[in-house]
């Protein structure tokens, strides 16, 4: 059976061989070259734009400005953002630019070289207005900076639950915190890159690297005034997202830029493709937040009473904001039941570069807060950090702060007994081996202090609050006597985390074939149905259970002698509801994976160093359908979370990027990454996954960084409210001591 087992990546041998095609590498005859202006602007109204000199440039065909656009606005959840600000729109506000990243002109020419060009020669005129970047200043609401919002915290949950007097009347020990969330940057390998031209049926058609092709070809056709079906979206090879790619970047204005050629009788394709310069700028980050605290328990440990707010800064755009914050507002209390609560969690607009998906979609923010606070409360208690978490944690039908109960097959306690076990927890940690990354700088033994962490977290398995999800499969089957090739026509993408592999591999098992005789059609919006968005840990739980439906469906026709037998499917899971304005009451989320990490690390408390050793991490997958690739995926997520936690500083002030290269944004290189991860791959199958599978690319981010803050106390006695712990941050800390 070809579940379980680890399967070799069918894009291996193109990539490994050079002969995949990424966007930027497709170079059909006739290519054009297109380059976006962007505002540079935080907040000014734009009063004049002269074209003539760019115009006048040799090569260059046409500019694209905002009153080439029909219908000038866009966006994932709610059309707040302007597909280009300018003059001429019918868009009220697209005059004003919010971000520096703000699109305002498309150059098409004949070389890249001649549209850069043309682009500086670009005049504006501008009206400065206030630049507002502290979320909690947005709050005043001295500037309004969407007129057809009440506020500028444009969202707000709250959670109310139980008697709070109460709660914190049994309370013996009560710790607080005050914590800062950072930006991160998602730094996936591929720029921004893209492909548009008419094809054939006279579509209109992109090809980029996005997360759902039937989104982006949605916004497109809304963006352009055309039917759906007049715009085709196809993704090639996708160079990572992480969320990154959620959001609109390239797609509509290369759509746009196809659409108005053809209009004029240039029939030529045309590619832009970004610098990682203008990537940093130009699309979305993980959101910045601000979070307080307040966490009550009896000398014998039970939690009585959480009391929290966070502030989530989502920039000039909401982008997925809404739904980030819904993840951090559930994960501010941890994986705890605990029955008296008061949660508000806030989305403000700033004009700052906009929040959006990130790996973890939320959690981290909130999983920082709570888990610091669990292991701050077990210093306070003099108790063990696991011992804390076993007396309180959600188990199958306990109350969530929802006030309804997780869905069935509830595993974090087994995943922090798995991870504790794993770890040696109570034992002494082996000796750690240093590796540092200033060779010419080796610590000084002396002054190198070990340190052991603990956190764990819950995350949600799908779209979540009321969203109705859906996914597609199509399968179809060939042959005489017997089936000698299966088909599968699937949208989901694949953004190096190996889904194309995992769809094939669960389409053999579904059939009752061999590996080798099933092929993936994938990610093209004229062959394959709605797949929702590779995102929120969901595809190979949603996508299992389309091709499960397909194939059952496939297979009654082949026995019906059709030939070639089809099988169309579309899966729809359990509905949830949103939070309930007053009280947060609802069903959010119908599945959950459950992750559990151990960190041991040495700090250098002269230099402020941090060399992570080692990492233990547990995670209930529910099935493991490919476990090399779960390893894989357990690995990447540790290094991105190192990242975020110890080495990416992404500064910005008045509104702009000032580090919008990789040679000031420190993504961890090979030296900066812990020494092992050790994965723990625990299978607790969930009731309604594919053969028991449950999404997990995101969860061995989420608990990473209250599990280093952690350690880093054990080694120092100092507790850290604030990441990235670079050097400076580590030194300061101490000091302040």
Known sequence: ??????????????????????????????????????????????????????????????????????????????????????????????????????????????????????????????????????????????????????????????????????????????????????????????????????????????????????????????????????????????????????????????????????????????????????????????????????????REGRLTAVEAEIIMDAGAYNYTTNKVLGNAHMSLAGPYEIPNAHVDSYGVYTNNVPGGAFRGFGGPQGAFAAETQMNKLAEALGMDPIALRLKNVLREGTPTLTQTPLPAGVSMATVIERCAAAAGWGQPPTPPTLHSSFQSLPPDPAVLRPGRGFACALKNVGFSFGFPERCEATIELRGKDEIEEVTVYHAGADVGQGAHTVFRQMAAAAIGVPLARVRVVPSDTATSGDSGSTSASRMTFMAGNAIRGAAELALAAWQNEDRPAVGHYRYVPPATTPYDAATGVSDPNFAYGYVAEVVDLLVDVETGHIYLDRVVCADDVGRAINPQQIEGQIEGAVVQATGYTVTENLQVHEGRILTPRLSTYLIPGVLDIPGRVESVIVEEPDPLGPWGARGMAEMPFIPFAPAVVAALYNATGVWFNEIPLTPARVVAGLAAR
Do not use: C
């Open 1 to 298: 059976m070809s579940i379980g087992q680890t399967a070799y990546r069918i894009d291996a041998p193109g990539k490994v061989t050079g002969q995949t095609l990424y966007p930027a590498d497709i170079t059909p005859a006739g290519l054009l070259h297109g380059k976006v202006l962007f505002s540079n602007q935080p907040h000014a109204r734009m009063l004049a734009m002269d074209l003539d000199d760019a115009l006048a440039v040799p090569g260059v065909l046409t500019i694209l400005t905002a009153q080439d656009v029909p219908v000038n606005e866009y966006g994932l959840i709610f059309p707040d953002q302007p597909v280009l600000v300018g003059l001429g729109s019918d868009k009220p506000g697209s005059d004003i630019s919010l971000w520096e990243g703000d699109q305002v002109a498309v150059v098409i020419a004949e070389t890249a070289a001649a549209a850069a060009t043309a682009a500086e020669r670009i005049h504006i005129t501008w009206e400065p207005r206030p630049v507002i970047t502290d979320p909690r200043q947005a709050m005043r609401d001295e500037h309004l900076l969407h007129p057809d919002k009440e506020s500028n915290a444009y969202k707000h949950y709250k959670f109310r639950k139980g008697d709070m007097a109460a709660g914190w009347a049994a309370a013996e020990v009560i710790v607080e915190g005050t914590y800062q969330l950072p930006y991160q940057e998602h730094a996936f390998l591929q720029p921004e890159a893209g492909l548009a031209y008419i094809d054939d049926q006279e579509r209109v058609t992109v090809e980029i690297a996005g997360q759902w092709t039937h989104e982006d070809q949605a916004q497109i056709a809304h963006a352009l005034a055309l039917p759906p079906d007049q715009v085709r979206v196809i993704y090639p090879a996708i160079g990572g997202a992480f969320g990154g790619r959620e959001d609109m970047s390239l797609q509509i204005v290369l759509a746009l830029a196809a659409m108005r050629l053809h209009e004029q009788g240039i029939h030529r394709p045309v590619r832009i493709v970004w610098s990682r310069e203008e990537s940093i700028i130009g699309h979305h980050k993980r959101h910045p937040a601000y979070v307080t605290a307040r966490l009550g328990a009896t």
